[in-house]
């Protein structure tokens, strides 16, 4: 086969928009480097078990904080555990922080603007106006709100956090419908008498997927901060179980004798904010390459 039946055979096949998003994305090498971080960041705290040198529980108190060694590769902390498997450990609650509150947060904000943005009317006057409220309210005070009077319970944590982030999605979201709910397309289903359910969910969801799993990425990072700074406050994770942010709050305390507990448990966050931050611009530049050139 010649070269140019070759290449007139690629151009009758195609491509769909996700992958030439794809193949966009594949270019970035600054999100593909937050990619390849994300997938090691989840290998590392499903395998933590398996990683981990220690039990993350282990204390040696008579050994108590000692700098990185060949036996601890990243020091202990003042109870003689090992840094290295406590951050290991950490990853699971910060992520799993990240994805469940974001889930919960994605669930509200993208039912909300559905609806909002589809009735529009009245409806959406006054469901944005529940929202202009909401944005509002001090979230920190909140969520403080809430952990003093449920209890400090990592699934209420999730709860709280994903209940306050979710106000900019529902925004989004809304736009998003109210510009695709004009188009001539859905005038033609909606003549066939289809259910307004089965619209949103068959015609209009599936074409703002784009925006979603984009402010969703970049969601993620925001709500791992947030715990982290919750956990720094003292109202985060409890021990024996650590976070990132609880590990940061322990090594400020004793940052001056021991400033190994503050820079490694501050340098993964760091680099897991900026993968994440990473991943998240370039997903949005290989949806929208208009975005790129703004």
């Not at 700098?67 to 290991?88: A, C, E, K, M, V």
């Not at 999605?169 to 709910?181: D, P």
């Not at 997927?209 to 984009?214: A, D, R, Y």
């Amino acid at each position: 086969m010649s070269t140019t039946s070759m290449d007139l055979e690629k151009i009758q096949q195609g491509r769909s928009l996700w992958q030439d998003a794809l193949s966009r994305l594949m270019q970035n090498h600054l999100a593909v480097f937050g990619l390849c971080v994300v997938i090691l960041l989840i290998l590392v705290a499903i395998f933590a078990d398996v990683i981990a040198p220690y039990s993350y529980q282990e204390q040696n108190l008579v050994l108590g904080a000692s700098p990185p060694s060949s036996d601890h590769w990243l020091g202990t902390d003042t109870l003689g555990r090992d840094l290295f498997t406590r951050i290991l450990y950490g990853s699971r609650v910060s992520l799993m922080v990240g994805v469940l509150a974001t889930s919960v947060a994605l669930t509200i904000g993208v039912t909300w603007g559905m609806i909002s943005g589809y009735l529009g009317g009245r409806v959406d006057m006054l469901m944005m106006r529940i929202v202009d409220i909401l944005y509002a309210l001090p979230f920190t005070i909140f969520i403080i709100l809430l952990m003093v009077v449920f209890g400090r319970n990592i699934y209420l944590l999730f709860f709280a956090i994903g209940a306050v982030e979710w106000l900019t999605m529902a925004r989004i979201v809304r736009s998003q419908v109210m510009s695709i709910r004009n188009q001539e397309y859905i005038d033609a289903v909606i003549s066939m008498g289809l259910l307004r359910i089965k619209i949103i969910a068959r015609h209009i969801l599936p074409n703002i997927m784009g925006p979603i799993i984009v402010y969703t990425t970049l969601t993620i990072p925001g709500v791992i901060l947030l715990e982290s700074f919750l956990s720094f406050l003292g109202l985060g994770i409890q021990p024996p179980m650590s976070s990132w942010g609880s590990l940061i709050s322990n090594g400020v305390e004793t940052m001056e004798e021991y400033p190994w507990l503050l820079i490694y448990p501050a340098l993964t966050l760091s680099i897991t904010l900026f993968s994440l931050n990473f991943l998240g611009d370039g997903l949005r530049d290989a949806i929208d390459p208009r975005s790129a050139k703004d």
